[in-house]
């Protein structure tokens, strides 16, 4: 189908962006890679009457050591966090996993966050990596934590003003190690359930753990109970088995014809265990 019709800009700048942005409210919709809101528009379920294209500002694409972490700009795109050598290793491996090579191509990590979709990866990875989303709007910017940006379904806590401009991971601590791991969907990629995990281990214990999820609920989320389960623990198979047995703890499941919830339930328990062990594997 064809989008209906749309007035087009493309900013040569953030500021521009924003600009342009706080001008038309409500009417307008950012536009980066195109590869969920293009078919949307076509589908006419999202009929925006102006688009902001930031797909070619040039300084919105890079991946930069600053300030004791990594900034990587909002349109970056996942073939580029995939290839980086200083993004952290649950990031760039979700960047690596993201559909087909035309999609890692094209699509940016700031609207894959700013469209929240249930099965994407990268906002797990950001959980587990305790990254912060840097919005920028007209002469102001925001530092939003992810577990505190996804909300529900396709929604964050981004304001209709703003616009994705950095994401920042701070360093990690010495002896850290971390990791994504999925259970696919065989056609598009998108994660029926993915779990990335960061694990730091200091004289034999795990002293810190975060593990964020996708796939398994409205939105992507930090599985607290089983954080808590391995901070102390010596992380042998018993510490791993139980801290994942409690990585659905409270989540309404996603029940649809890719997965029953009940399935969900229990990828989430065994991939939770994958990617602590593997995390743990690299850290120390
Ligand atoms: C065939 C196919 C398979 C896919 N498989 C996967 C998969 O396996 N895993 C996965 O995670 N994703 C998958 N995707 C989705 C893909 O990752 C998209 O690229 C991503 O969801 C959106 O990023 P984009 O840059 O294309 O954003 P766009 O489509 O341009 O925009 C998406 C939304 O985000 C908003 N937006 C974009 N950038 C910003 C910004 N900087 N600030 C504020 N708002 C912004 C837009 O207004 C729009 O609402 C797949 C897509 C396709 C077409």
Redesign the pocket.
């Known amino acids: 189908m064809i989008p209906a019709p749309f007035q087009y800009h493309k900013p040569a700048s953030v500021a521009e962006a924003a600009e342009l942005l706080k001008k038309h409210g409500s009417d307008a ?11 949307l528009m076509k589908l006419r379920l999202a009929q925006p009457e102006v688009i902001i294209d ?1 797909g070619s500002i040039e300084s919105m694409s890079y991946v930069q050591e600053r300030d004791g972490g990594t900034a990587v700009g ?2 970056t795109h ?1 073939v580029d966090i995939a290839n980086s050598s200083i993004v952290p290793t649950a990031l760039s491996e979700a960047a690596a ?4 090579v035309q ?1 890692r191509n ?3 990590i ?3 966050l ?2 929240s ?1 249930p ?4 906002p797990a990875a950001l959980i587990a990596l305790k990254g912060q989303i840097i919005t920028s709007s007209t002469g102001e910017h925001r530092t939003i934590e992810s577990n505190e940006f996804f909300q529900d379904l396709f929604t964050t806590s ?1 304001r209709e003003d ?4 950095e994401i920042f991971i701070p360093s990690e601590s010495s002896g850290t190690g971390s990791a994504y791991v999925k259970f ?1 969907n065989k056609a ?4 029926i359930v993915g779990v990335a995990a960061s694990v730091t281990i200091a004289g034999g214990k795990c002293t810190e753990a975060s593990i964020g999820v996708t796939g398994a609920g409205p939105a992507a989320y930090q599985a607290s109970a089983s954080v808590s389960d391995l901070i102390g623990s010596n992380l042998d198979n018993a510490d791993v088995e139980k801290a994942s047995s409690k990585a659905g703890e409270g989540v309404e499941f996603n029940d649809d014809v890719h997965a029953s919830g009940e399935y969900r339930a229990h990828l989430v328990t065994v991939f939770t265990e994958r990617a602590i062990k593997l995390a743990s594997s690299r850290a120390g």
Request: zero cysteines.
């Open positions: 919709k950012i536009l980066a890679g195109g590869h969920s809101l293009i078919p930031i909002g349109t996942y996993q993201v559909a087909d999609v094209r699509g940016t700031g609207g894959s700013a469209h979709d099965a994407a990866d990268l981004l703003e616009i994705i401009s696919a598009s990629h998108y994660a």
